[in-house]
T-cell receptor, first 110, second 115 residues
Framework: GQNIDQPTEMTATEGAIVQINCTYQTSGFNGLFWYQQHAGEAPTFLSYNVLDGLEEKGRFSSFLSRSKGYSYLLLKELQMKDSASYLCAVIKAAGNKLTFGGGTRVLVKP | DTGVSQDPRHKITKRGQNVTFRCDPISEHNRLYWYRQTLGQGPEFLTYFQNEAQLEKSRLLSDRFSAERPKGSFSTLEIQRTEQGDSAMYLC?????????????FGNGTRLTVT
């Protein structure tokens, strides 16, 4: 089976930085995705990591350590519109299903 | 391209009734996925198709659930004899399936309420 753990909720201030951690236990790991989901809307793709290291995309970065079963999503220069749930998801094999964690609800305060 | 579309957006039904949802994936995508999501939780995998072939079904999918993708384009998810526990958001997603990192693109979902 797969265990994917991430914090339930985080609060941060506009302009600040927030780091959302995700740990996973799975066999046959083939990559990790991060999605953003605003309330009542579809999840939207943010990033994909398959090799160890940091992937940067504007204000968002994602890090992966395969040996530790660990990833984080870093959100910089937080804006009010970043208030959303952030979903960590693992893929075991090419084209196979994504298995999601429970999501981390981030609340950005002024 | 308008992305993944799902119909209806909302469905309210009485316990015991059958319901059917439709998903139209992004046109060039050959993989199609169904997920279920309840409030405050991440999406749970239900089933997926490559073209018209249903390749995997979750153990969450009881005999009351059936999904089809007859021509490898749109898909339908039917729930028979609905129960209150079936109330959830049903999400459809598609991907091109090219390479390991082709992301899933989700539709806005069908919210089912069983009374």
């Amino acid at each position: 089976g797969q265990n994917i753990d991430q914090p339930t909720e985080m609060t941060a201030t506009e302009g600040a930085i927030v780091q959302i951690n995700c740990t996973y236990q799975t066999s046959g790991f083939n990559g990790l995705f991060w999605y953003q989901q605003h309330a009542g809307e579809a999840p939207t793709f943010l990033s994909y990591n398959v090799l160890d290291g940091l992937e940067e995309k504007g204000r968002f970065s994602s890090f992966l350590s395969r040996s530790k079963g660990y990833s984080y999503l870093l959100l910089k220069e937080l804006q009010m519109k970043d208030s959303a749930s952030y979903l960590c998801a693992v893929i075991k094999a090419a084209g196979n299903k994504l298995t999601f964690g429970g999501g981390t609800r981030v609340l950005v305060k002024p | 391209d308008t992305g993944v579309s799902q119909d209806p957006r909302h469905k309210i039904t009485k316990r015991g009734q059958n319901v059917t949802f439709r998903c139209d994936p992004i046109s060039e995508h050959n993989r199609l996925y169904w997920y279920r999501q309840t409030l405050g939780q991440g999406p749970e995998f239900l089933t997926y198709f490559q073209n018209e072939a249903q390749l995997e079904k979750s153990r969450l999918l009881s005999d009351r659930f059936s999904a089809e993708r007859p021509k490898g384009s749109f898909s339908t998810l039917e729930i028979q004899r609905t129960e209150q526990g079936d109330s959830a958001m049903y999400l459809c997603a598609s991907s091109s399936g090219q390479g390991n990192n082709s992301p899933l693109h989700f539709g806005n979902g069908t919210r089912l309420t069983v009374t």
